[in-house]
Structure formats: C-alpha cells, structure tokens
C-alpha cells in the first residue's frame, strides 16, 4: 500500500510540475510568465506553516504524555518545516529578483519568513547543545510550543498590518480566489501534493525513528 501512494504522489507531483511550466498561463497582474513561481512558492510556504504547526502540536503531545517519540514527531516536522521555509524563501527570491530588480528587499513577507528560518534553527542548536534525551525532549517541546505560536503572527499577520511590496494575497479580503479557474486548479494540485509530500517525508522520518527508538531499548 505505501508503494502505491509513494508512486501515486510521484506521479502527481510530476503531473503538476508539467503543467506548472507547460499549461498556457492568464494574465496574473503584470507578472505573466513568471506567475508560474505560485505553483511552487505558495505550496512550499503553505507547507512549512502546517509543519512548523504540527511541530507544536507534538511538542505538547509530548508534555502531556511524556512519550519521546513524540518529541522525535516534533523535531521531524520542524526539520522538514524548515526545509520548505528555506525552498519558499529561495523561490520567492528568484520571483522578487526578476519584479523588484534584487534577490532581496526586506520586504514584510520575507523578512517574516527569514525570522522563522532563524527561530526553528535556534531550535535544531538547542537540541544538539543537551545530551541528555529528557531534558532535550523537555525544552525542545516548550520551544516548539512558543515558537509554533508565533507562526500565525509572522505568516498571516505581520506582513499584513505593514506596508509590502508583494503582491495582493490570493484570497483577498472578501474571501474570493483571484485566480483563473484552470490555474486554480494546478495551484491546487499543487498544493495537495506538496502536502501530500510533507506528509510522505513526515510518516518516513517518523518509521526510521521508531526504529532507531526499538533498537535503543
């Protein structure tokens, strides 16, 4: 069963990779071609949110039942969270590069995102600095607990309430989708597998620790 969806994603995502960069695009603003980077840059953004989210809600799993493999759940999420913040960054580099002449401008929705990449990787130095698996397993969880709470602000907030050279979110203010229908749906499909993918790597990393958990014991 886990063949079957390894390669159903694979071939998902290779689906929505070909219509990403072959399907004929509308007019998005003034971007044109290159509002082609939504298919990738808001997938992996959304992603590193549920992850970085989910980080939170192992860590308190973990301070609630004092089971390390939850602690281990965190850290996997967090990992694979940063992972993605990094690929969102980078792609929305490129995109900024090509619209605002330069790779980097301090712009709200970067610079919030360039914070969380600092944030969880406090939080992989915490880790590697206590030896002891308790005490780790302890801190790490009220980090990623207080630093989980801070997602929703830096994502969703944040670039909001201040002035931003980025373009109009794709659901405005009345909650309508400002997007062409057939982009739409590659922007979707998009978006589940690069979730779908999260996941693949999240339950992966997960098996390998429990593993390495049985031949501690």
């Given at each position: 069963?886990?063949k079957?969806?390894?390669?159903g994603l694979f071939?998902?995502?290779?689906?929505v990779i070909?219509?990403?960069?072959?399907?004929p695009?509308?007019?998005?603003?003034?971007?044109?071609?290159?509002?082609?980077?939504?298919?990738?840059?808001?997938?992996?953004a959304?992603?590193?949110?549920?992850?970085?989210?989910?980080?939170l809600v192992?860590?308190?799993?973990?301070?609630?039942?004092?089971?390390i493999?939850?602690?281990?759940?965190?850290?996997?999420s967090a990992?694979?969270?940063?992972?993605?913040?990094?690929?969102?960054?980078?792609?929305g580099?490129?995109?900024?590069?090509?619209?605002?002449g330069?790779?980097w401008n301090?712009?709200?929705?970067?610079?919030?995102i360039?914070?969380?990449?600092?944030?969880?990787?406090?939080?992989?130095a915490?880790?590697?600095?206590?030896?002891?698996?308790?005490?780790?397993?302890?801190?790490?969880?009220v980090?990623?607990?207080?630093?989980?709470?801070?997602?929703?602000?830096?994502?969703?907030?944040?670039?909001?309430i201040v002035?931003?050279?980025?373009?109009?979110?794709?659901?405005?203010?009345?909650?309508?989708v400002k997007?062409?229908?057939?982009?739409?749906?590659?922007?979707?499909?998009s978006l589940?597998g690069?979730t779908?993918?999260y996941a693949?790597m999240?339950?992966?990393?997960i098996r390998?620790?429990?593993?390495?958990l049985?031949e501690?014991?």
């Amino acid at each position: 069963m886990d063949k079957f969806l390894k390669y159903g994603l694979f071939i998902w995502l290779a689906a929505v990779i070909c219509f990403a960069i072959a399907a004929p695009i509308p007019a998005v603003g003034n971007m044109g071609e290159r509002a082609r980077i939504l298919y990738f840059h808001v997938p992996t953004a959304w992603v590193s949110t549920v992850a970085f989210v989910m980080a939170l809600v192992y860590g308190a799993q973990y301070i609630r039942k004092r089971d390390i493999l939850y602690d281990y759940k965190a850290a996997s999420s967090a990992a694979l969270g940063l992972i993605f913040a990094v690929l969102a960054t980078v792609t929305g580099a490129i995109w900024a590069k090509f619209e605002w002449g330069a790779f980097w401008n301090w712009d709200p929705r970067q610079t919030s995102i360039f914070v969380l990449i600092l944030v969880y990787g406090a939080y992989f130095a915490l880790r590697s600095a206590i030896e002891s698996e308790e005490q780790r397993a302890k801190l790490s969880s009220v980090y990623s607990i207080l630093a989980g709470i801070t997602v929703p602000f830096f994502i969703f907030i944040f670039p909001r309430i201040v002035d931003s050279l980025h373009p109009d979110p794709i659901v405005n203010s009345t909650g309508k989708v400002k997007m062409d229908t057939a982009m739409l749906i590659v922007f979707l499909s998009s978006l589940a597998g690069f979730t779908g993918l999260y996941a693949w790597m999240l339950n992966l990393r997960i098996r390998i620790a429990k593993l390495n958990l049985k031949e501690s014991r």
